[in-house]
């Protein structure tokens, strides 16, 4: 709802981390778009080095 307004609009999956409906993947039942898949992978890199 907008104010005293209904908007529909069709359904896009989104990204569960960033709401971005591009180049959106599903991991584990998980809608992610590409760039927080790379971001998730850096910060995993980076945790298993220290």
Known sequence: M???KIIL???EPA???CGSAQNVQVFR???I???CIDQ???SAHL???V
């Open 2 to 4: 907008d104010g005293d």
């Open 15 to 17: 990204c569960v981390f």
């Open 33 to 35: 778009c590409q760039d």
């Open 40 to 42: 998730l992978a850096r």
């Open 9 to 11: 609009r069709k359904y």
């Open 47 to 49: 945790s298993s080095a």
């Open 29 to 31: 039942n998980k809608n």
